[in-house]
């Protein structure tokens, strides 16, 4: 059984930014990819950011390409979401997710077995 754990989230205001964590355990820890979603309140939870294990290859949303970065520690089992230049906009809960199946759309929320709990990120203006 794979557990995901995010931590890092918390309140800042517009323009600052926050590193989100996100660790996995479990006896066996092989995922094809891991990703990033976030809700906000009255919205569909949506696709932010993925990255491929094996090699470390990662894409974002267009919403935030230009804002937020994706990266992994494999020793660790570790993922990150690196966020600068937050906006309001930006606030909702994000959540972990993985999966090991090598096939599925990384971007698509039915892709995914595993999910974290989800942290809090709140931007003020």
């Known amino acids: 059984q794979v557990q995901l754990v995010e931590s890092g989230g918390g309140l800042v205001q517009a323009g600052g930014s926050l590193r989100l964590s996100c660790e996995a355990s479990?006896?066996?820890?092989?995922?094809?990819?891991m990703g990033w979603f976030r809700q906000a309140p009255g919205k569909e939870r949506e696709f932010v950011a993925a990255i491929r294990w094996s090699d470390g290859t990662g894409f974002q949303s267009d919403s935030v390409k230009d804002r937020f970065s994706i990266s992994r520690d494999g020793a660790k089992n570790t993922v990150y979401l690196r966020m600068n230049s937050l906006k309001p906009e930006d606030t909702a809960i994000y959540y972990c997710?993985?999966?090991?199946?090598?096939?599925?759309?990384?971007?698509?929320?039915?892709?995914?077995?595993?999910w974290g709990q989800g942290t809090q990120v709140t931007v003020s203006s």
């Open positions: 997710a993985a999966y090991r199946a090598n096939w599925g759309l990384p971007q698509t929320r039915s892709s995914y077995d595993y």
């Open positions: 479990g006896r066996t820890f092989s995922p094809y990819y």
